[in-house]
């Protein structure tokens, strides 16, 4: 075992020296997050609630990251505080769930409106939804807190993650001592943030699948187009936990140092930009929605 001492702060080894391309990174980087922001924020503004707790927590996400990474660019040392470190580990484990929560919630506000299309206003009505999203949000927070509780505690003999921002599984790795809970505390996190609310979304596809095998063509067109985003907006975000995880688990030495980057943050390179897309284009009510506020606007 190393020998203990107090670490101050944490060094994010995965930048390197950029030399000159740190000014084109900064600039595709700065361009990227703001057309993100701009993207979901044009979709928030119109929108059903529940999509706009999904799209808000896009902005949310991508602004954990993508600020420091800019700074981290222009920075010859790449060190980040304990306190900072911990806040952006926290807020990244509470925004995982809220987006994992959030397409449950979607899933079964789909499930209403196509097996009681007659009930939906009254079964998801302002207050119902309200309540979903004030759920979500303290499942999401009360979850991270304790995870963040098994961490924020720990003893550190090391204090270079080997990622562009602060991951929770690498900091338990520099811990001089790890409990058996914290061994497996990855594992309730992820069956807390994940599996349950994977498991919601996929009973609530499999009843809108048997609803949609006994009603009309142009009724399962409808179904179709009306899941076709969250479909994509699962799938992708189940890609891009494949691609964290694997370079978090997995020997680094395997791929490339810019490969390895490139993965760590592939997830919120893309998926805050496919959701508004998505939503915003594929469906007609949506579109007639922002038509409506462009229109008022303009």
């Not at 080894?13 to 993207?39: D, Q, R």
């Not at 520099?174 to 009973?203: E, Q, R």
């Amino acid at each position: 075992m190393e020998n203990s001492t107090e670490v101050l702060y944490f060094v994010l080894a995965a930048y390197g020296n950029i030399g000159e391309l740190k000014y084109l990174y900064f600039s595709i980087m700065l361009l990227w997050y703001l057309s993100i922001c701009v993207n979901n924020a044009v979709v928030i503004m119109p929108m059903y609630i529940l999509l706009c707790n999904l799209l808000a927590n896009e902005i949310f996400a991508t602004t954990l990251v993508y600020p420091l990474m800019m700074s981290q660019m222009f920075s010859d040392t790449h060190e980040l505080t304990l306190p900072w470190c911990f806040l952006q580990m926290f807020c990244l484990t509470t925004s995982a769930s809220i987006e994992f929560c959030s397409l449950a919630a979607m899933a079964y506000d789909r499930y209403v409106a196509i097996c009681f299309p007659l009930h939906y206003n009254v079964i998801m009505n302002t207050r119902r939804v309200g309540t979903i999203t004030v759920v979500v949000w303290m499942y999401s927070f009360v979850n991270s807190m304790f995870s963040f509780s098994l961490v924020v505690g720990l003893k550190f003999c090391g204090n270079v993650i080997d990622k562009v921002f602060c991951d929770r599984h690498l900091i338990i790795k520099l811990a001089c001592s790890v409990s058996v809970l914290n061994k497996l505390s990855d594992l309730l996190y992820a069956f807390v943030t994940i599996v349950i609310p994977f498991s919601l979304i996929l009973v609530s596809y499999m009843k809108i699948l048997v609803v949609c095998l006994n009603t009309s063509e142009e009724s399962r067109q409808k179904a179709v187009t009306t899941c076709t985003p969250q479909i994509v907006s699962v799938s992708g975000l189940f890609i891009g936990l494949i691609f964290h995880f694997s370079d978090s688990r997995f020997d680094a030495a395997l791929v490339s140092d810019k490969v390895s980057s490139f993965l760590t943050v592939c997830l919120l390179i893309y998926q805050p930009m496919l959701t508004p897309i998505m939503y915003g284009l594929n469906l007609p009510k949506i579109k007639q929605s922002l038509k409506r506020f462009l229109g008022k606007n303009s």
